[in-house]
């Protein structure tokens, strides 16, 4: 049963309410409280605002691409915590590696699975709360 007292924030970025709706539903159905956006721009408007605990972050978004937001959130100090899973249908070798370079924790194509985001999820907040604990 998932542990609602401390329930960490998930951004969910996408321009696509097919991919939008059930990873919020999925994220909810784990206890996690969820905001979204739908271009780079609100990503990082929201981001601003919420301060989410991690990331699920399309790269072929409308104006800003993930990409550029993930390097944003990377070089702002009061951001850089932030864990970044890209969920993206860009599999090239380059693509992944650029991801990574930019500062993601993970990069997932898509199609996915549940049980994949949902262990990644988890795996990136036990991080992120251990890396709170020491600092």
């Given at each position: 049963m998932p542990?609602?007292?401390?329930?960490?924030?998930?951004?969910?970025?996408?321009?696509?309410?097919?991919i939008v709706v059930p990873l919020q539903f999925l994220m909810e159905r784990n206890g996690y409280e969820t905001v979204m956006a739908q271009s780079?721009?609100?990503a990082l408007e929201v981001i601003s605002k919420e301060n989410p605990d991690l990331i699920l972050l399309d790269i072929m978004l409308?104006?800003?691409?993930?990409?550029?937001?993930?390097?944003?959130?990377?070089?702002?100090p009061e951001w850089k915590?932030?864990?970044?899973?890209?969920l993206t249908?860009?599999?090239?070798?380059v693509d992944i590696a650029r991801g990574m370079v930019l500062g993601a924790d993970e990069y997932i194509n898509k199609p996915f699975s549940n049980k994949q985001i949902v262990e990644s999820v988890q795996k990136?907040?036990?991080?992120?709360k251990e890396s709170k604990t020491y600092v």
């Open positions: 542990d609602f007292t401390m329930a960490h924030k998930i951004l969910i970025v996408d321009d696509k309410a097919n780079g721009e609100e409308p104006g800003i691409y993930g990409f550029e937001v993930c390097e944003i959130v990377k070089l702002k915590h932030i864990k970044i899973i890209f249908a860009k599999r090239r070798d990136h907040l036990e991080e992120y």
